[in-house]
């Protein structure tokens, strides 16, 4: 019975996300606006400065971002369910807040991963050219930065009253994160705030995770991206699970 | 008296900080009652009803929904009751039967049960025919009607309804409320309701308990109240037990959302 609980909690959140076109349009077009007006607007730049072909640099980081987007905006949807009043239909049907706190997680990674898939497609399209060998190491890095910002969203949104602090959410995460993950620019010869910033960003290890599976060229290493990237996300699951159990309404 | 009882409350209280929300409040309802739970805005009716039903721990006091303890027994407590909240709590996003059929695996209907009692249910509340279209199509008193049927789907013991016929004609409260008395006789169901509509907890409560400022100012038979302030209609007794004044109520979260959400409609 648990996993039937655990499917539909997971299946509303697919079915809530492809129900919103724009949505989905909203969060692909990003992304994509990113990597067109990024890759080939500095794509010469970086080329001339030795870099090679940027838009083979910056697809891992655009799939990671898409990915981080998305798995926050799940996460942090609890705070919508809290205001339009669902989150007490669940809270108080007979299941555990575990289980429901595992489907939604779930549900969002998995749209979150859909999400990174399609930018990969997209890039696929524009002359993108990753090492196929490495792709089932790449979904593992695409599934444990979804589940990570997944439980980061939850994490916040049970600690949030209303969506006034949303705003504040995405300048001062969402934005900070992806822009000193590495996503962008190469963190070889940094400025060393800069470098020890991207040290301490938990996607920086994911957008490493990526590149070096897709295209080679980890900074830190693939070992390294695994290992920090498998235990943040563990340990920020049963944070996220723990403020979630102690939501009161 | 040998029928049991199903809620016990004993001097329960519950403060937001400095403001006594709930203070040291008991009473009880019998298997099979239908009880009034009355009382001017900002008394204490939904912090009360959210303890009974898990969404909130009391300061202070003891609490028995069907002999388990809401504090220390969540999951037993929670299938023993039905809910209808005061705000919607459908998802708007899904369909009328995706929320029927959302609520069934939650309770752990199992499949054959629960279509049936999702198209009984449906029917009875006139919504099988628009049971494929999502519920942010609907008006406010389908929605409302929806999420009644889903509060019975899975028959439950008790049932708890934050005025449940807010914002309906007086058609479709005649209807609701047949039908809960119905279910009240047959499967006795125990129900538990607040309502501003000081008539229709005259017509259906078997009794009822006022509450004003956290405190249980009354409590009986609605003649026994009647009699009580030598009122002809429970309203007058109502305003006699509860003073003149209008509340004034602090806005929180949620109440903003409610001005939002009529500004949307």
Redesign the interface.
Known sequence: MTLSIIYVLWLRQIKRYFRSKSRIIGSIGQPLLFLLALGFGLGPIYQKAGGGNYIQFLTPGIISMSILFTALFSGIEIIWDRQFGFLKETLVAPVSRLQIMIGRTLGGATVSIFQGIIISIIALLIGFHPNWSMFPLAIVFMILIALFFTALGTAIASKLEDMHGFQLIINFIVMPIFFLSGALFPLNGLPKALLVTAIINPLSYGVDGLRGTLVNGSHFGLGIDLLVLGVITTLLLVLGAYLFSKIQI | MTKQKVIKVKNLTKKFGNFIAVDNISFEVKEGEIFGFLGPNGAGKTTTI?ML?????PTKGSIRVNGYNPASQA??T??S?G?V?Q????????TAF?NM???G????LPKKLRRERIEQLLKFVELWDRKNN?VKTFSGGMKRRLEIARGLLHHPKIIFLDEPTLGLDPQTRKHIWDHIKKLNKKEKTTVFFTTHYMEEAERNASRIAIIDKGKIVAEGTVNTLKKKKKAKTLEDAFIKFTGYSIREETAT??D??RLRRKWRR
Do not use: A, G, V
């Open positions: 959210k039903t898990t969404l909130l721990q999951d037993k929670r299938k009751f809910i909240f705000d919607s709590s459908l998802d708007e996003e899904l995706e059929e959302f609520h695996i939650l309770y752990s999502l979260p949620l903003r959302l």
